[in-house]
């Protein structure tokens, strides 16, 4: 599959690092599947949805490309490893960016120091202290914007102890997504991609994705979606109306953002489980919920589409949550 669309196109991820002998941890990194969820849209001839799934990648999700682009680029410019071998990573993180830094830092011996909210899923703290990174838990109640605080506090402190990788000003963050996610749908869809769909964190994803979907084929739907109030189930996303607003996230980007609710969130989650044997976290269960109502507007327009939203990360982090058995 895949049609070649403009010169400067890139279709691998990171450099392959000796590949001759055998994989690493960065080689693992993209070239995930495209995932068909045909029973969610078979009430919707005409229709196709898909998932990118992310959940492949070694860390476990699609924050493994942003924080690879971010380490690779400090490693080069000497801010990280052999060049400043006590210097600590560190950055604000709601759990994944914290686990692909950890497991880099391990795999490439760099000390990585995260702030993570306290209300994050137990599994996520369980795999961050398995890959020997130090966390620092600030109160649940400050989300992903009191971590951040936390960091800017430390970083000013004492700045010739860190590295501040700062994903959400990091424009690394979103040119992984532009190299290689944008890329990557484009050959696993042939071209055929008519609506690009995904969630606002650090907003990476998108506005990568999208910016490079463009260049692809101007006519290609990108919209975004952002959980409906500043205190959501929605872990890891960002109500930009009322949070710390990441500085590479452009307004203008998305042609349309849609409100997500929680509940249907949820409801998706255990849908995509039992109906398509796909287990994916609350991000994910939004991104499908959200495509899904694009793909009835579509239906009910009288128009065909192939619509690709992003399966952010699997379940196995979110498992401890209620929902499962309610």
Known sequence: MGTA????????????I???????????????????LDRIVQHLPGITLLGKGE?????????????????????????????????????????????????LG????????????????????KILQAYGAEVIFTPAGDGSDGAIRKVRELYGASPEKYFYADQYGNENNWKAHYRTTANEIWQQTDGRITHFIAAMGTSGTFMGTTRRLRELNPHIHCISMQPDSPFNGLEGLKHMPTAIVPPIYDP???????????EPAYAMCKRLAREEGVLVGVSAGANV?????????EYAAGREAVI???????????????????
């Open 5 to 16: 669309a403009t010169q400067n196109e890139t279709t691998s991820t990171q450099p392959r």
């Open 55 to 103: 959940f492949a990648n070694p860390g476990g999700s699609v924050k493994d490309r942003p924080a690879s682009g971010i380490v690779l680029a400090a490693l080069e410019a000497g801010e990280l490893g052999d060049a400043q071998p006590e210097r600590a990573l560190l950055d604000a993180t709601s759990g994944n960016t914290g686990i692909a830094y950890a497991m």
């Open 308 to 326: 690709v939203t992003v399966l952010c990360d699997g379940a196995d982090k979110y498992l401890s949550e209620r929902f499962w058995s309610e």
């Open 106 to 125: 391990a795999a490439l011996q760099f000390p990585v120091t995260l702030c993570v909210p306290a209300s994050a899923s137990p599994e996520r703290k």
């Open 18 to 36: 000796g590949a001759a002998l055998g994989s690493s941890v960065l080689d693992r990194i993209g070239n995930t599947p495209m995932v068909r």
């Open 252 to 262: 203008e980007l998305a042609e349309r953002n849609i409100w997500a609710e929680t």
């Open 289 to 297: 919920a959200t495509a899904l109502q694009i793909a009835e507007e």
